[in-house]
């Protein structure tokens, strides 16, 4: 057995166990930061599914409910728009976040703010421009996968007497 053989084996077995952990927890410090933590966790949980059954339990749902929210979200060009809006928006406040503006000082439940905005920095740009291109990249995977192309009219009437013949 070669050596490339060995690592190859060791790889689809540990490796993809040890990732799939490491995705699962790097996630969960992602979701409470501006990042793409859900993607990340799901990520680690579809690794993690190939070694375990509570894995493959829980990937299950999650793909089904997931492709259900790509084919609503992308059923129309209003949806999209927005959603294109959205990850416009991530950039624009990854730019905010980056540039480290001062902000007025203010108060929540006893917390103060100001005179820079909380985890202002290059950290946190970086986060929001991932989930903005992380975003994109779904958008349009889900616009050349889900999205049904729109019957002309013409079309519709037609089909519609055909049927009614019937």
């Excluded at 579809?46 to 084919?71: C, D, F, I, M, T």
Aim: a positive charge; proline letters at 7%.
């Amino acid at each position: 057995m070669s050596v490339g053989t060995t690592l190859k084996g060791w790889f689809q077995r540990t490796g993809t166990e040890v990732l799939g952990w490491i995705l699962i927890a790097l996630g969960a410090v992602l979701w409470p930061l501006p990042g793409p933590g859900t993607i990340v966790v799901v990520a680690g949980v579809a690794l993690l599914s190939r070694h375990y059954v509570w894995a493959q339990n829980l990937l299950g749902p999650l793909e089904r409910k997931a492709v259900e929210a790509a084919k609503f979200g992308v059923a129309t060009w209003p949806r999209i728009f927005v959603s294109v809006l959205g990850v416009v928006w991530l950039v624009f406040l990854g730019a905010v976040w980056w540039g480290k503006p001062d902000i007025p000082e203010f108060e929540v439940l006893g917390v103060g703010f100001g005179p820079e905005l909380p985890a202002a920095g290059w950290g946190t740009a970086l986060g929001l421009w991932s989930s903005a291109i992380a975003a994109l990249v779904l958008l349009i995977y889900s616009i050349v996968r889900w999205r049904e192309p729109r019957v002309p009219k013409a079309d519709r009437t037609s089909d519609r007497a055909s049927r009614s013949k019937r």
